[in-house]
């Protein structure tokens, strides 16, 4: 006698992009199982992660949509401008620079800051409310195996089928390996330091991308006098930064920094990311695809990397829910292959888009200083240019499945 499937869908990893996936599965009234290797209270640990993620407008609806921001009271940092400025350590800024202002292209902010934690704490909530969705957490997935179904073997030893996979289990996915599709990529030779800042004056929803030779330093305004540090570094230069104690970091943080918040000092903890290109080469397998880090690992200069997952998310719900109320096998190639035509390009051109501006900015060469001052200077004066960099930031633009207009899968 042969079984059905456990669940319609079984999503290999829990994370940022995991959790909505099956979020956005069951509002399409498809039965979800997550493992995920951690245990829910470790990733949500104050101590776990550091980062705060800027999450695009057109992400933000879907988040919305999908029940995730009710859980998110108080905690979201509306962006309300992006000044983008190049400059040398304890030198300051160049007098060029790019100012994104949201008022001009709509009523909204163009995304907002949310911590890392908070988001992991608002997604298990949204999951836990979910009757359609079991998630199985701390358990790995130790083993796929392809056929009629997909059936993962966990780590206790016990099977679990579905009609399809996703892998959203992160850059170095067990499950993209085990299926033998190859990646693309390099080492960035940078590290990404995280760490909080607390300053005087309010930041007013400011983001600040300031290129220094080293690499990009990020300011990311947080909820309150806070903001959240992306501070790349060449990664042996990382490695010495990370080692110099409280003062010492706090007086390179400051060179960096400045003055124009007032007094400031980090808080808490410190964390590093090595940051490497990683592409794969395929995202489809008969009954297996892959989302977020584990097709695209890509440099958060930008800081786009989730938002890339959430459209996977988005597109990827939309195939798999289209296909079953029409009847097909969600699990079926020719189904699959239209999630990947639809993201893949859009994933590939984006990443080589912050690989092109990590080079261009993280150099101290003369001539390509200056022809990237008088770049800023000149699209900062161009209104419809600084409107398109505007409506790509928010993820508000080309073919956007149903969930990123705000609308139900
Ligand atoms: C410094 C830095 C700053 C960033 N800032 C931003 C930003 O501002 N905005 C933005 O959009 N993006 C940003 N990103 C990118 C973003 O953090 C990632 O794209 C995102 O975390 C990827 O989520 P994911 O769920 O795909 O993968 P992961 O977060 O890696 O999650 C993978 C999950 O899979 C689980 N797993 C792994 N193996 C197994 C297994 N065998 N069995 C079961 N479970 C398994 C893990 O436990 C984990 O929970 C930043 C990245 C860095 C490094």
């Known amino acids: 006698m042969t079984h059905g499937p456990d669940s319609d869908i079984l999503i290999a990893g829990g994370g940022l992009s995991g959790l909505p996936l099956a979020l956005a599965c069951a509002q399409g009234g498809l039965s979800v199982t997550v493992v995920d290797a951690l245990d829910p209270a470790t990733a949500t640990d104050a101590k776990f992660d550091g980062r705060v993620s800027a999450i695009a407008l057109a992400s933000c609806r879907m988040l919305e949509q999908l029940g995730v921001t009710q859980h998110l009271e108080g905690q979201m940092q509306p962006i309300n401008d992006i000044m983008v400025t190049d400059g040398r350590v304890r030198e300051g800024a160049s007098p060029f620079f790019l100012h994104f202002d949201h008022r001009e292209i709509g009523n909204e902010p163009l995304g907002n800051l949310i911590e890392n934690r908070h988001i992991r704490i608002a997604l298990q909530k949204a999951v836990a409310a979910e009757p359609l969705i079991r998630l199985l957490a701390p358990q790995s997935v130790t083993r796929l195996d392809y056929g009629a ?85 060449k990664t042996e230069d990382a490695k010495a930064i990370l080692a110099l104690d409280d003062a010492a970091f706090a007086d390179e943080m400051r060179a960096r920094f400045g003055d124009y918040l007032g007094a400031c000092a980090p808080v808490g903890p410190r964390w590093s990311y090595p940051l490497t290109l990683q592409l794969a080469r395929d995202y489809i397998r008969p009954r297996l695809a892959l989302i977020g880090d584990a097709a695209h690992g890509i440099h958060p200069i930008a800081g786009q990397g989730l938002n890339l997952g959430l459209r996977d998310v988005a597109a990827a719900a939309e195939v798999v829910v289209d296909a079953a109320r029409l009847g097909l096998d969600i699990g079926a190639l020719d189904v699959l292959e239209r999630y990947q035509r639809w993201r893949r390009f859009d994933n590939v051109a984006l990443s080589l888009l912050m690989d092109g501006l990590n080079r261009l900015f993280s150099n101290d060469i003369g001539p390509v200083r200056l022809a990237r001052d008088l770049g800023l200077g000149v699209v900062s004066r161009i209104g419809p240019a600084r409107r398109f960099f505007m409506r790509h930031a928010g993820g508000v633009v080309g073919d956007l499945p149903r969930l990123l207009r705000g609308e139900a899968v």
Not at 154 to 168: H, M, P, W
Not at 176 to 202: C, M, N
Not at 208 to 223: D, H, K, N, R, T
């Open 149 to 233: 179904q997909a059936v993962a073997t966990l780590g206790n030893g016990e099977t679990v089928s579905a009609r399809l996979c996703f892998a959203a289990d992160g850059r170095n996915s067990p499950a993209r390996e085990a299926a033998g599709i190859k990646t693309i990529g390099w080492d960035y030779g940078q590290t990404g330091i995280v760490s909080t800042v607390e300053h005087e004056l309010p930041h007013e929803g400011v983001a600040q991308e300031y290129f220094l030779p080293g690499g990009p330093f990020a300011i990311l305004p947080m909820v309150g006098n806070r903001s959240s540090l992306v501070w790349t570094e």
